[in-house]
Every structure is written in structure tokens, then in C-alpha cells.
């Protein structure tokens, strides 16, 4: 079982940054892969980025590319998402999730544990 729970949302100005994170506890964080995922009203819940066991394996949704970074603090059992030139398109509830594995997966239901969100609002 991993608890997930995430902190660092805001109102925020277009332009502006946030730092996402996401404390994880109740088993071995460095044993899961680690994605996050946002979910706009009216919309479906997606894919922004994800982050494999090793540091070095992170993949990034199109939409979000060149302007967000997912890193991983193992020793802290902490995930982050770093959120630079922020659109109002970004605004979001966003989700950690933890999925049993070496790898991320760009698919909600692949992964085992959800945060509860945090909410992200960006104004124009």
C-alpha cells in the first residue's frame, strides 16, 4: 500500500511557475514508477509526465514539454513537478499516481495508487 500526497497548487498568473509535489509513504517509494496526470472540468483525466524508477527514464506529454520537468527524491520518498510558463490551458486538478514497476505508463489505469489532487489555476 502507498499513501499519496500532493501540495503546491495555486492561482497563479500566465507566466508564472509551481512546483508540484508529492509525498509518498507506506512501502518502498524508489520500488514505483511515478506519473502525474491532470484532469480540466468537462474533461478526461490525462497524461502530463512520467517518471520510471531511474531518474534518467521521464517522459513528457507534448503539451507540457520544454516548459515542465518531473524529478524524483528518493532519500525524501517525493515526487515533483516543476511547472514553468504556465498557460491557462495548464489549468487543472492534478494528480500523482504510483504504478508497481520499473517503468511509467502513460495510462491511468496501469497505475496501482492515486493522490487525492491538488488544484492548479492559471488566469490570463
Known amino acids: 500500500q502507498v499513501q499519496l500526497v500532493e501540495s503546491g497548487g495555486g492561482l497563479v498568473q500566465a507566466g508564472d511557475s509551481l512546483r508540484l509535489s508529492c509525498a509518498a509513504s507506506?512501502?518502498?517509494?524508489?520500488?514505483?514508477?511515478m506519473g502525474w496526470f491532470r484532469q480540466a472540468p468537462g474533461k478526461e483525466r490525462e497524461f502530463v509526465a512520467g517518471i520510471g524508477r531511474s531518474i534518467l527514464n521521464t517522459y513528457y506529454a507534448n503539451s507540457v514539454k520544454g516548459r515542465f520537468t518531473i524529478a524524483r527524491d528518493n532519500a525524501k520518498n517525493t515526487v515533483y513537478l516543476q511547472m514553468n510558463s504556465l498557460k491557462p490551458e495548464d489549468t487543472a486538478v492534478y494528480y500523482c499516481?504510483?504504478?508497481?514497476?520499473?517503468?511509467?505508463?502513460?495510462?491511468?489505469?496501469?497505475?496501482?495508487?492515486w493522490g487525492q489532487g491538488t488544484q492548479v489555476t492559471v488566469s490570463s
Open positions: 499516481a504510483a504504478k508497481d514497476g520499473r517503468y511509467y505508463s502513460t495510462l491511468s489505469n496501469e497505475y496501482d495508487y
Open positions: 507506506g512501502s518502498t517509494f524508489s520500488s514505483y514508477a
